[in-house]
């Protein structure tokens, strides 16, 4: 059986990193999309052999032509796509401008739609597809500081609902995941006095590995997963809980 083409944003560092290894490990064809970090990438694609692709997922034009390109050089259609690029410009709202806003909403939010569009004719038409969302626990509770954050991983979830609903009977599922405090580099960076915070009010004592997410998206993407459409799996030791 050929081996399914998997496209996965901000795929080539962090917890983006973390899905494109388990995927390739489950038997995909694996391309990771990065933004602008070439030598991360590169480092990237000589020690795990992924296929990496750079363009834009702020840009719909740009996800259009990256998902051709993917399909050329892999040779077949997408039928996983992992939504997980994103990015961060806090403030409080009396200190946020304009472009804080939209650059994070572009990032985070537009590209869901801008990947997913770039993707649905041609999972509709071969009746197949997987589409996971990778969205925050802040996208839940709220953040101080990311109205921006927040709103865009909260808009994850309702993208998530609809879609799931339009494409149910075409065989394409559509969840999300809503990682708590991850052990990526970003969050390891945060002042030792506040990370004991941080772990004080998470149940299970301790940050969550990459790995955990990834494990969850592969789980989403099995075929044998198709009778899970339009939900929400929160990744958070306990931290948070509906």
């Not at 990237?44 to 390109?69: P, Y």
């Not at 394409?172 to 390891?188: E, F, R």
């Not at 030792?192 to 969550?208: C, F, N």
């Not at 990459?210 to 958070?236: H, Q, W």
Request: glycine share 12%.
């Amino acid at each position: 059986m050929t081996k399914k083409i998997a496209i996965v944003t901000g795929g080539t560092r962090g917890i983006g990193a973390a899905i494109s290894i388990a995927l390739k490990k489950a038997g995909y064809k694996v391309a990771a999309v990065y933004a602008g970090n070439e030598d991360a990438a590169n480092s990237f694609h000589k020690e795990t052999g992924i296929h990496v692709f750079k363009w834009d997922v702020s840009d719909f034009d740009a996800c259009a032509a990256g998902v051709k390109q993917v399909s050329e050089k892999l040779g077949g259609a997408v039928a996983v796509l992992v939504n997980n690029a994103g990015i961060t410009r806090d403030g409080a709202m009396h200190k946020m401008d304009g472009k804080q806003w939209n650059e994070v909403i572009s990032t985070n939010l537009n590209s869901c739609f801008y990947m997913s569009r770039a993707v649905i004719d041609s999972m509709r038409d071969h009746k197949f597809g997987r589409i996971i969302n990778i969205s925050s626990m802040n996208g839940q509770l709220g953040q101080f500081g990311q109205t921006n954050y927040s709103a865009a991983k909260a808009g994850i979830f309702g993208l998530t609902k609809a879609l799931a609903r339009e494409t149910a009977s075409r065989g394409i599922t559509v969840n999300a995941v809503a990682p708590g405090y991850i052990a990526t580099d970003m969050v390891k960076a945060i002042k030792e006095d506040v990370m004991k915070q941080v772990i004080a009010g998470i149940p299970v004592g301790r940050l969550g590995e990459p790995e955990e997410i990834a494990r969850a998206v592969v789980f989403l993407a099995d075929d044998k997963a198709a009778f899970i459409t339009g939900e929400t799996i929160s990744i958070n030791g306990g931290q948070h809980m509906e």
